[in-house]
Structures are given as C-alpha cells and as structure tokens.
C-alpha cells in the first residue's frame, strides 16, 4: 500500500494536518508506551505457559473381530401416530368472491 517515499510523505502531511505538530511527540510516546506495555503483557503469557509436554506413545489398537450384532437402545418416548391425510380444499370461483386462479 505504502510502497515509495511520496506515498509516506502525504500520509505524514495528512497526520501533521489532523493532530498538529504540537501534539505528535505526545502521541508518539504514548504509542511507544503501549508497544512497551503490549510486548511486556506477551512476554509474561508465553512465561505463564508450562513447556508442552511430549504425548506418551500409543500402542497400535488391535482389532476385534465382531461379535453378535447389537440391537438399538430402547426408545424412552412412546411411538407417534400418523396424521390422518387432509384433503383438498376445492376452488373458489370469482362468483363466490374469490379471485381466479392464474391459467
């Protein structure tokens, strides 16, 4: 985005023209303040982390052959009925105050 030196040097007048150049020195150090604080706060949660330990090594599964089949557990609510079927419903025609279907 920022690849040659005029594409830095507006974005410096555009920063100059936002804040002022009597606040930039406030700004740049309470920038650097946080990047110290940030990095500090990083450091002490890698420091926090116990060293990974290694896996202890998995013996192969051996397999086993398969015995009787399994029937599915019990259901524990009772079986539903169907629903009755529902028939349909007949046209209206525009005399009965409907309005006519599209052909």
Excluded: C, Y
């Amino acid at each position: 985005m920022f690849r040659s030196p005029v594409h830095w040097f507006v974005l410096l007048v555009i920063v100059l023209l936002i804040f002022g150049a009597n606040r930039l020195p406030d700004l740049a150090r309470s920038l650097g303040q946080s990047l110290k604080i940030f990095k500090s706060e990083l450091k002490d949660l890698q420091d926090d982390d116990p060293a990974p330990t290694a896996p202890a090594p998995v013996a192969p599964a051996t397999p086993v052959a398969p015995s009787a089949p399994v029937a599915p557990p019990a259901s524990p609510l009772p079986p539903v009925a169907p629903l009755p079927p529902v028939a349909p419903e007949p046209p209206v025609t525009p005399a009965e105050g409907g309005t006519q279907p599209p052909a």
